[in-house]
């Protein structure tokens, strides 16, 4: 397992040590305003959680990372661009993983982004069926996380996500299980 997230953090690093401009894209600059709008919070949000294009994300890698009953896992999700108070916006997906089990999901997502960099954490509810996979309590459960993703010029994500399933207690029983993905995100146009 340590080899296998060696190997993860290896690709992710030498991807970003590539030769890529990490300025902002719209040369955005407080110091181009006046003193008095300097510390604006719309503006900071404008400018940092603000409107991006829709992504349409595939990620592989483990499920269940850190327990005995760990498998290859995979997830497709759409991540709407458009977002509530320009900071929240909605997003589904599927996972599964080798071991039959499959996770479909709804939730809400932000991205908070520095230059070429973005972070975007979620939450979201679905449905999960086990499969032959990891008895996870019951059907219904949560599924939130972190992404940590390089912007390439075109618009495209690459990255590195941690995300963790459980029923927060509904379930009688609660195990819960984590997931290490490599993504990639493709922009869409809308």
Same mark, same amino acid.
């Given at each position: 397992?340590?080899?296998?997230? #060696? ?7 030498? /991807?970003?040590?590539?030769?890529? $401009? ?10 181009? #305003? $006046? ?8 503006? =900071? ?7 991006? $294009? ?8 483990? /499920?269940?990372?850190? @327990? ?48 070429? /960099?973005?972070?975007?954490? /979620? ?10 996979? #990891? ?26 996500? =941690?995300? @963790? ?23 869409? $146009?809308?």
């Amino acid at each position: 397992m340590k080899a296998f997230l #060696k190997a993860i953090i290896g690709v992710i690093l030498l /991807f970003f040590s590539l030769n890529y $401009p990490l300025q902002a894209k719209d040369n955005y600059s407080y110091a181009d #305003k $006046p003193s008095e709008d300097n510390n604006d919070v719309s503006d =900071y949000l404008d400018h940092y959680v603000s409107n991006n $294009p829709s992504y349409l994300g595939f990620g592989v890698g483990s /499920f269940d990372t850190d @327990h005995s009953e760990m498998s290859a896992a995979g997830t497709i999700e759409f991540r709407y661009g458009k977002k509530l108070f320009n900071a929240i916006g909605p997003l589904i997906g599927i996972m599964g993983n080798t071991d039959g089990g499959f996770f479909g999901y709804g939730g809400i997502y932000g991205d908070i982004r520095f230059w070429n /960099f973005a972070i975007t954490p /979620f939450f979201s509810v679905g449905g999960y069926d086990q499969g032959g996979s #990891k008895n996870l309590g019951g059907i219904f459960n949560f599924r939130e996380g972190i992404t940590f993703a390089y912007e390439r010029d075109n618009g495209d994500r690459i990255g590195i996500r =941690y995300n @963790h399933i459980s029923s927060a207690g509904i379930n009688k029983q609660n195990p819960g299980e984590n997931e290490l993905l490599v993504t990639y995100d493709i922009a869409l $146009p809308f």
